[in-house]
């Protein structure tokens, strides 16, 4: 999945609270009122995830990134993948909190990786693999870089691949070790400075949306509890609908007993299959899944 344009905020925003006191008409000091905490700040600072590759449009279009930083410390990955068919309707999708300083640790462990150098990593001759995006926002600047076939000529010491030099083995496997201590934070800052993980519960989810094709074996339908499908067009053969509020409430429970293969049934017993995507903190709806 692309990633999104990201906000162009200082790393980290200082949130003063101001209360002031007010003179009543007797002359004395108004109690200054309980201030509200500061409202998370959605603001992605450092982004990895998976683009291109051979798959289908509506996988392209609901591919979750591997990890995502934001200001406030949030850190949401990608969990465990349970090795069954069909797959549980909803991704396992995981979230740490990291204390004061982790979101700058992390970045600094970003930028000691190389994600904002430019050499050459070299290119597997592989076909139909994806590529890994790195995505880093460090004084004010975005900086991004992709790696194709990550996972091939990341380990220096082994026989090289076709294609890799020993400087570019070892380029990937820092680049390699980065998405490990993102999925891993506990392990690289400390069991005292992250909390979690927790299961990732999400404010709104995108359905992606195609025909329904009969599998085998055949598996039981369940009546569709969010917005009209089929919603509007976002990839060849593909719609959208985001639910959010009790909608996304009504989706969400209903997915958990439904598999990604159900066939999801609109009201006149149309049958849909649907790829349910959790939007993270920084989406608001469908457009955010193919924005470029």
Not at 30 to 45: F, K, M, R
Not at 108 to 135: H, K, M, N, Q, W
Not at 208 to 228: C, F, I, S
Request: glycine share 10%.
């Amino acid at each position: 999945m692309p990633v999104r344009p990201l906000r162009a905020v200082p790393l980290l925003a200082l949130l003063p609270l101001l209360s002031a006191c007010a003179t009543g008409a007797g002359g004395g000091s108004a109690e200054p009122a309980e201030p509200s905490p500061p409202p998370a700040d959605p603001a992605v600072v450092l982004q990895v995830s998976e683009v291109g590759g051979f798959t289908t449009p509506a996988m392209l279009a609901g591919r979750l990134p591997t990890a995502t930083v934001y200001a406030d410390g949030r850190l949401i990955t990608d969990g465990p993948v349970i090795a069954i068919w069909p797959a549980p309707a909803l991704p396992n999708l995981q979230l740490h909190q990291l204390d004061d300083g982790g979101v700058r640790d992390l970045v600094d462990r970003a930028l000691a990786a190389g994600v904002a150098e430019t050499g050459d990593l070299g290119s597997p001759p592989l076909a139909d693999v994806t590529s890994t995006r790195f995505a880093v926002r460090t004084g004010g600047e975005l900086v991004t870089r992709e790696v194709y076939a990550l996972g091939v000529g990341s380990a220096p010491g082994r026989e090289l691949e076709t294609g890799i030099t020993e400087e570019q083995a070892a380029a990937r496997a820092r680049l390699s070790e980065l998405v490990d201590v993102l999925r891993n934070p506990a392990d690289a800052l400390g069991t005292d400075r992250v909390t979690g993980p927790e299961p990732y519960r999400p404010e709104a989810v995108a359905a992606l949306v195609t025909p329904y094709v009969d599998v085998e074996p055949a598996q039981p339908e369940q009546p569709w509890p969010g917005p009209e499908l089929p919603g509007e067009p976002v990839a060849p053969g593909v719609t959208c609908v985001t639910a959010d509020g009790e909608a996304a409430q009504a989706v969400l429970d209903a997915a958990a007993s439904a598999s990604a293969a159900t066939p999801w049934t609109s009201p006149d017993g149309t049958r849909w299959s649907v790829l349910l995507r959790p939007l993270l903190p920084h989406e608001t709806g469908c457009a955010d899944l193919i924005a470029g």
